[in-house]
C-alpha cells in the first residue's frame, strides 16, 4: 500500500511541473468568429500550429469579433501584456504607435505581390525594432486588411470631384484624415464597431474600407455605391507583447514565428481573392459599382498621395516616410 502511495505522488510530483509550465497565449481579432473570414481562419490555423508544435506548453486562447475590446483597449491590452498577441487594423496601432500611418499613404503598390514583398522584406524588422523599443509591442508580420475603396449612399464616384461634401468614415488615424481631406470630403473618425450604426442612421454618407471588412459588417446593407478606386492597401499587423515573446522558450518562439507565418499566408490569400472579385462580389450584394480608369486612379494619386506625404514627413517623421519608400522601390519589379 505504502509503495502503490509513493508510487501516486510520485506521478503528481512530474505531472504538477508540466501542468505549471502551461502559458496561455490569448489572441484577438475584430472579425466574426466564421471560416469565412481571413482573420479567424488564420487564427484557427495558428492555434492548431502552436498547440501541437509546443505540445501543449503554450495554450492558445481566441477572442474573436473584438471581444477583447475595441481598437485602443485591444491594443493597450498588448501593450500591458494582459493581452498575448492581436491581430489588428492600422487604425488601431495608430492608438500607440503614430508611425504605421505611413502605411496609409495613398497609390503606394504595384498589385498584392508588391505589398507583400515590401512587408516581407527588411523593413519589417527595422520597423518591429523602433516599435519594441517606444511600445513594448513587437510585429511579427503584415497581412491584408483589403484594398481600400471608397463606398457612399449619395452618388456614384467617378473622379475626386465627386467627392466634394460628403462625410466620410475614417479609421481613428490622422493619416486618412488628411487623405480624404484632399480629395474635398470631410473626414469623421467612428471606431469600426460603431461603423454600421453610423451608416445606418446618417452620421456619415460613405466610409471606405476593403471588400472582407465590407462583407464582415453587412456595410453593403447601408451604401449604394461604390468606387474601386484602391486607394490603400491596408494592413492587419501580427503583434505579440514582447515580454511575453521573449519568455516563452526558443522552441516555444519557433512555432509562434511559424504560426503567424502560416496565418499570415492564409488571411493574405482569402483577404487576396476578396479584392480581386471585389466586382462581382459587392454587385452580388446589390451594390452599384464603378471601376475607374487608368486617368482617373492617376488623378486620384495625383491630389491625395503628394499631401498625404508632406503631411505624414511632417507628423511622423520624414525618415519612417523615406524608409518606407525606399523599401518599396527596392521591391519593385
Known sequence: MRLRTAALFAALALALPLAHAQKVLK????????????????????????????NGSVKVEIFPAGQFGKDQPTMEGLRLGTL??????????????????????PFLYDNHEHAWRVYDSAWLKGFSDDMVKKTGIRMLGVADNGVRHFTNSLRPIQSPADMKGMKI???????????????GASASAIPWAELPTALQQKVVDGQE????????????QHQKY?????????????????????????????????????????HRRM???????????????????????????????????????????????????????????????
Not at 479609421?171 to 480624404?180: C, E, G, I, R
Not at 474600407?209 to 459588417?217: D, E, K, S
Not at 490603400?232 to 507565418?261: C, I, P, T
Not at 499631401?307 to 507628423?315: F, L, S
Open 27 to 54: 489572441y484577438a481579432h475584430f472579425q466574426p468568429a466564421k471560416a469565412d473570414q481571413p482573420k479567424h481562419a488564420a487564427a484557427l490555423a495558428f492555434k492548431e500550429h502552436v498547440e501541437k508544435a509546443t
Open 84 to 105: 498575448e498577441l492581436a491581430v489588428a487594423h492600422d487604425g488601431a496601432i495608430a492608438t500607440v504607435h503614430k508611425p504605421i500611418g505611413v502605411l496609409g499613404i
Open 169 to 183: 468614415r475614417i479609421q481613428p488615424s490622422p493619416v486618412f484624415k488628411a487623405l480624404v481631406e484632399s480629395l
Open 209 to 220: 474600407n476593403g471588400v472582407t471588412n465590407i462583407i464582415a459588417a453587412s456595410l453593403h
Open 226 to 266: 461604390a468606387t474601386l478606386d484602391g486607394h490603400v492597401w491596408s494592413v492587419h499587423a501580427y503583434m505579440v507583447n514582447d515580454r511575453f515573446y521573449q519568455g516563452l522558450s526558443a522552441a516555444e518562439r519557433k512555432a509562434v514565428d511559424e504560426g503567424v507565418a502560416k496565418a499570415k499566408d492564409i
Open 271 to 333: 483577404t487576396a481573392e476578396q479584392d480581386r472579385n471585389a466586382k462581382s462580389i459587392l454587385e452580388g450584394l446589390g451594390m452599384q459599382v464603378y471601376v475607374p480608369t487608368a486617368a482617373q486612379v492617376g488623378e486620384f494619386r495625383r491630389l491625395a498621395q503628394p499631401p498625404v506625404r508632406q503631411w505624414a514627413e511632417a507628423e511622423i517623421g520624414k525618415a519612417y516616410v523615406d524608409d518606407l519608400f525606399k523599401a518599396i522601390e527596392a521591391t519593385r519589379k
